[in-house]
């Protein structure tokens, strides 16, 4: 199997990407690309994208973006700046490799709309463990 189509295989078994309906799109070194339709389980007191969904969608692809070396990466830090209110339409989640070292690695997560607008920016921080991504 591709190292790519391994890294698509792994993510099938996130259950909350699959409960809140985010899709990978694309994945490849040091890139990942991750959408979700807005529903209405995905809206907050005020009827806005809750902030948790969003943050969700964007770790779901910095985790996808990190392991796609093929080693076992795991979140140390995270953080994420709202832009935009949304309320409909799709997010679209794009991820890419700052930097990469043996066991650091760092990443930016971009969460746009249908408009192509940004509603968030995600930084996050990895640990890249010995162990290999298997399936």
Not at 1 to 29: C, H, N, R, W
Not at 83 to 89: F, I, N, Q, S, Y
């Amino acid at each position: 199997m591709l190292e790519t189509e391994t890294i698509k295989e792994f993510f099938k078994g996130d259950k909350l990407a699959q409960y809140l309906g985010i899709e990978l799109i694309d994945v490849s070194k040091g890139k990942a690309v991750a959408k979700m339709l807005i529903k209405d389980e995905h809206l907050n007191g005020i009827s806005t994208v809750h902030g948790g969904a969003i943050f969700t969608l964007a770790d779901f692809t910095f985790a996808v973006a990190a392991n796609s070396h093929g080693r076992v990466t795991v979140a140390i830090n995270a953080s994420i700046s709202f832009m935009k209110a949304v309320t409909r339409g799709t997010l679209t989640a794009v991820a890419h490799e700052v930097s990469l070292n043996p066991k650091i690695a760092s990443y930016t997560v971009d969460i746009c709309n249908d408009e192509g607008e940004l509603i968030a920016i995600f930084q996050g921080l990895a640990y890249r463990k010995r162990d290999k991504i298997v399936i």
